[in-house]
């Protein structure tokens, strides 16, 4: 059962285009990070949020964790092509950093 | 720094050969995990370990058994191969950062084919 429900799962966009995707639950959080993962490489991560209502931004890239702790969005500005990747959230449930992965969503940026 | 790093990078076996997948680590990181990926269900946590000569189940544990005599090294091992263990496999390795939060870093994963 995935606890973690992200959406879209595919996002196709031309470069200079903004996208949103959203990663839900159900569950609270101790803390939520986003990664992104190219072909034939591991995740990496991009950024942690532990604060409810907390906001990061990374250059375009602007990272939303819930104020009840249960959701997220990744917000990306004017996107590039070198922004195409699968991008996974991950919740922690508050013990050692045990996380519980969503199943991902393929965001294709084209020239 | 090396990071974390996995061996084989791809590998083929029949059903019921055992076999170990290596992961290692360079940063002097407590946690280790490791995970497979399949297509359309993210990352699933298989066993992970918090410490040497500590390990625990993750969400998939069965056929697979883990052992961590070294911070640096966690070895992954397939008792007796099926096919439905054909997966990309994932080492991890973390530390506490800010107060709740741990910094996972993956290593380049193995492919591994069961015939």
């Known amino acids: 059962t995935q606890l973690l429900e992200q959406s879209p799962q595919f996002l196709s966009i031309q470069e200079g285009e903004n996208l949103t995707v959203y990663c839900n639950s159900s569950?609270?959080?101790?803390?939520l990070q986003w990664y992104r993962q190219e072909p034939g490489e591991g995740p990496v991560l991009l950024v942690t949020v532990v604060t409810g209502g907390e906001v990061k931004k990374l250059k375009r890239l602007t990272f939303q964790f819930g104020d009840a702790r249960k959701d997220s969005s990744l917000h990306i500005t004017a996107a590039q092509p070198g922004d195409t990747g699968l991008y996974l959230c991950?919740?922690?449930?508050?013990?050692?950093?045990?996380?519980?992965f969503g199943a991902g969503t393929q965001v294709v940026v084209t020239p | 720094n090396a990071g974390v790093t996995q061996t084989p990078k791809f590998q083929v076996l029949k059903t019921g050969q055992s076999m170990t997948l290596q992961c290692a680590q360079d940063m002097n990181h407590e946690y280790m995990s490791w995970y497979r990926q399949d297509p359309g269900m993210g990352l699933r946590l298989i066993h992970y370990?918090?410490?040497?000569?500590?390990?625990d189940q993750g969400e998939v544990p069965n056929g697979y058994n883990v052992s961590r005599s070294t911070t640096e090294d966690f070895p992954l091992r397939l008792l007796s191969a099926a096919p439905s263990q054909t997966s990309v496999y994932f080492c991890?390795?973390?530390?506490?950062?800010?107060?709740?939060?741990?910094?996972?870093?993956f290593g380049p994963g193995t492919r591994l084919t069961v015939t």
């Open positions: 569950s609270v959080f101790s803390s």
């Open positions: 991950a919740g922690a449930d508050g013990s050692w950093g045990k996380f519980q």
């Open positions: 370990s918090v410490g040497a000569g500590i390990t």
């Open positions: 991890a390795s973390s530390y506490s950062g800010t107060g709740t939060s741990y910094e996972q870093y």
